[in-house]
Every structure is written in structure tokens, then in C-alpha cells.
T-cell receptor, first 113, second 118 residues
Framework: KQEVTQIPAALSVPEGENLVLNCSFT??????LQWFRQDPGKGLTSLLL?????REQTSGRLNASLDKSSGRSTLYIAASQPGDSATYLC????????????FGQGTRLTINP | GAVVSQHPSWVICKSGTSVKIECRSL??????MFWYRQFPKQSLMLMAT?????????EQGVEKDKFLINHASLTLSTLTVTSAHPEDSSFYIC??????????????FGPGTRLTVL
């Protein structure tokens, strides 16, 4: 059974710092991995999607990497801003034939002005 | 593009009543829709997967007679919580996906519905 773990559960840093969020998964047979942002009481906003054949994806100040063989992904946020404060979730899609997403518990990020 | 809406955004009901939540894909046809539940400070847990015109597939531990899912068209799925109880209070999120795109099967999420059962 696929399990997704995110570390740390919560993170608080001052504005301007670069930071890394971690995601690990137990079964390397994934189709892709996706990072989401969730603001309190809101739905999910997709940030980056990495196909299993890719090593990384970038969007603005965000960079996500994927090491499928070791079951790890990182989300790098450069020059953090208070508006980046949210919960960040990673999720893996298991196989091409199934569209199930398995989510991690999330990292609650707070950027202090 | 790829916008998913949910209605209502929040609902409060009395214990024992039924509540219907709608999930719509606004600018695309969704071959598959998914329903998730999220308890406070926890992650999303998949409840069921539905394909248009067929019965939903429920995850282990989810009561299909309590959580009725109907996917009658390619743009609309509904989740009905029957005989709701306080323990059903949660944040319900739907997602929708289409096949045959460059990001095959990518799921697009709705804004969620907050259900509170008194």
C-alpha cells in the first residue's frame, strides 16, 4: 500500500528565506507526483506536476524535484513571502491505469514578515 | 480553463437529514470525478471514484449506502450524505479529470464544501 509522508509537519521561517519541503513515498511505481497549495478552508491549487520520467519542474520561485528510485520529492521555495503561507500537499498517482491520488499529510508553512 | 465548481460552499444541517453536494466541471467534460473528505488538520482521503453513467467505486471503509454518488452527465456529479450525523461533519472536495490530454488524468479540484451537522 502506497504511503506518502511529508516532513516537517509545520514550518515557520522569516520572510526572504529559501526553504525546502520534503515528500517521501513508499512505492516507486508512480505515474506522476503533484504538489498542491491549500489555504485555510479552501480547495487545492495545483503548483507543479512532475511526470515519472522527469527529474524536476519549475514555476516562478518554485522548483520541485523527483527521485523516483529513492521515493523522494522536494519542493524548493525561493525568497519566501508572507503570501506563501499555506499548507503544501504532495500527492502521487499510482499507475497509468488508475487515477487515484494518494496524499501526504501536508506541511503547514508560515512566513513571518 | 479546467475549472471545477462545488455547491454549496458550506451547509449546516440537523442530525438525521440528508444533504446533497454538487460538483460541476465548467469548461470541460469530465470522464471521471472523485470525492474526497478532509477532517481538520488532516490530509485528503479519497472516498469514491465515479465514471459518467456507471456506479461509483468506493474506497474501503466508506459506506456506499450513506454516501450516495451520482454521475449522471459529463459535467455533473453529486454526493448525497444520507441521515447525516455530527461525525459526518467535514470538508468535502471533489475533483474531475479528462483522459487523452498532455497531462493524462490530471485532476482539477473544486473549492470544497464545508458540512456541519448539528
Amino acid at each position: 500500500k502506497q504511503e506518502v509522508t511529508q516532513i516537517p509537519a509545520a514550518l515557520s521561517v522569516p520572510e526572504g528565506e529559501n526553504l525546502v519541503l520534503n515528500c517521501s513515498f513508499t512505492d516507486s511505481a508512480i505515474y506522476n507526483l503533484q504538489w498542491f497549495r491549500q489555504d485555510p478552508g479552501k480547495g487545492l491549487t495545483s503548483l507543479l506536476l512532475i511526470q515519472s520520467s522527469q527529474r524536476e519542474q519549475t514555476s516562478g520561485r518554485l522548483n520541485a524535484s523527483l527521485d523516483k528510485s529513492s521515493g523522494r520529492s522536494t519542493l524548493y521555495i525561493a525568497a519566501s513571502q508572507p503570501g506563501d503561507s499555506a499548507t503544501y500537499l504532495c500527492a502521487v498517482r499510482l499507475t497509468q491505469g488508475a487515477q487515484k491520488l494518494v496524499f501526504g499529510q501536508g506541511t503547514r508553512l508560515t512566513i513571518n514578515p | 480553463g479546467a475549472v471545477v465548481s462545488q455547491h454549496p460552499s458550506w451547509v449546516i444541517c440537523k442530525s438525521g437529514t440528508s444533504v446533497k453536494i454538487e460538483c460541476r466541471s465548467l469548461d470541460f467534460q469530465a470522464t471521471t470525478m472523485f470525492w474526497y473528505r478532509q477532517f481538520p488538520k488532516q490530509s485528503l482521503m479519497l472516498m469514491a471514484t465515479s465514471n459518467e453513467g456507471s456506479k461509483a467505486t468506493y474506497e474501503q471503509g466508506v459506506e456506499k449506502d450513506k454516501f450516495l454518488i451520482n454521475h449522471a452527465s459529463l459535467t455533473l456529479s453529486t454526493l448525497t450524505v444520507t441521515s447525516a450525523h455530527p461525525e459526518d461533519s467535514s470538508f468535502y472536495i471533489c475533483s474531475a479529470s479528462i483522459a487523452g490530454t498532455s497531462t493524462w488524468g490530471e485532476q482539477f479540484f473544486g473549492p470544497g464544501t464545508r458540512l456541519t451537522v448539528l
